[in-house]
T-cell receptor, first 115, second 113 residues
């Protein structure tokens, strides 16, 4: 399977714990995105990487959230001191590196439930 | 401020008929638009895209129309099939500045057999 891969698919954690999600993009894609989706909403942009450089972070990404893409391949999204409001589906997507007209392809998502 | 709006939260259509899903946007800098389909507990699946230099793009049963003056796009599915039942999202991006995509809130389509 050469699509975007995310793991774990499901994570239940207690409030206050840290969680980390991993994303492996489509191999030839230089751009990688993290989105969050809650019930009844569309995906909300969190952050974006061009290779290993994190070029934009949303205001949604509080100090408890950090994302890395150390070698320009896979990426991790860490949430520290989780809160119940962090419960959502975390989506990773990737796209090729063209000036415009890039289609982004999503992974299956990682469900987070904070209890 | 919701830059991409899908004002119909749900739509029911008889199998074999046309489904029309609508999307409005406010940012005139948007120049590339995509439609995604999403089943529960799965990530969005890309369906079809359109660039602002076109007003129509067709792929099999799916056609997207873009009306730049009205800042409106629509997705037509014909004929509709029960397997098309899902939530549909439109998304938009602007070439200048960042490359992030802004999504609407989705329309749940139910195709009745």
């Amino acid at each position: 399977d050469t699509g975007v891969s995310q793991n774990p698919r499901h994570k239940i954690t207690k409030r206050g714990q840290n969680v980390t999600f991993r994303c492996d993009p489509i191999s030839e894609h230089n751009r990688l995105y993290w989105y969050r989706q809650t019930l009844g909403q569309g995906p909300e942009f969190l952050t974006y990487f061009q290779n290993e450089a994190q070029l934009e972070k949303s205001r949604l990404l509080s100090d408890r959230f950090s994302a890395e893409r150390p070698k320009g391949s896979f990426s991790t999204l860490e949430i520290q001191r989780t809160e119940q409001g962090d419960s959502a589906m975390y989506l990773c997507a990737s796209s090729p590196d063209r000036a415009s007209g890039n289609t982004i392809y999503f992974g299956e998502g990682s469900w987070l439930t904070v209890v | 401020d919701q830059q991409v709006k899908q004002n119909s939260p749900s739509l029911s259509v008889q199998e074999g008929r046309i489904s029309i899903l609508n999307c409005d946007y406010t940012n005139s800098m948007f120049d590339y638009f995509l439609w995604y389909k999403k089943y529960p507990a799965e990530g969005p699946t890309f369906l079809i895209s359109i660039s602002s230099i076109k007003d129509k793009n067709e792929d099999g049963r799916f056609t997207v129309f873009l009306n730049k003056s009205a800042k409106h796009l629509s997705l037509h599915i014909v004929p509709s099939q029960p397997g098309d039942s899902a939530v549909y999202f439109c998304a938009a991006s602007a070439k200048s500045g960042t490359y992030k995509y802004i999504f609407g809130t989705g329309t749940r389509l139910k195709v009745l057999a």
